[in-house]
């Protein structure tokens, strides 16, 4: 019994070596950067690249149907990001999601786990649709992102998130996504 309760201790330890402890400006920084995300896609601030700026300049956001998957990369890079909060090069445009109305970004129950690497994130993800004449206002749970996040020399920065909602049939582009949107909402306005 003795051998088994040495090995699960050193087995710990290594662990706990692998994965060096943030410190809590490091959780205050991580739920700074986490929590300043739905004001910044939702709005579309500076033209959507405030949302892209709080990625690597290589970082990734994507879709899964499943959690602890490796899901579909849908946007990878600064001018991709900012176009996935609704800007990019061009500036603002309307909503290219569809359904009318503003959408709200609520995320809740982060739990922040260090890595060598520097910390992975799972959270919560509720919708919260404002709704136009046609289309009731609307709250959705949405799942969840699973988050790996990185120490830059501008602070904490999203190396990848991906957004989980198990069980949603994601197509394997952002395109593909909107073009659904878009079918979805005029089938419904052709709706006598």
Known sequence: ?????????????????????????????????????PRKIDHCTNGGYDYADQYTADGTFGVSSAWGSA?????????????????GPGGCRPN???GGGAHHHIITSIVITPTAEGATGKSTLISLGSGTIDNPPKIEWQGGYEDSFVRTPQGWRFKSRLHVWPGQDWPDTAAEQQARMKAQTTKKDAQP
């Open 1 to 37: 019994m003795g051998a088994i309760a040495v090995a699960a201790l050193s087995a710990i330890a290594a662990v706990a070596q692998a994965a060096p402890a943030l410190s809590v400006q490091d959780y205050i920084d991580i739920r700074r950067l986490v929590n300043s995300y």
């Open 71 to 87: 899901g579909k990369v849908w946007y990878r890079g600064r001018d991709q990001l900012a176009d996935a909060a609704g800007g």
């Open 96 to 98: 290219p999601w569809g």
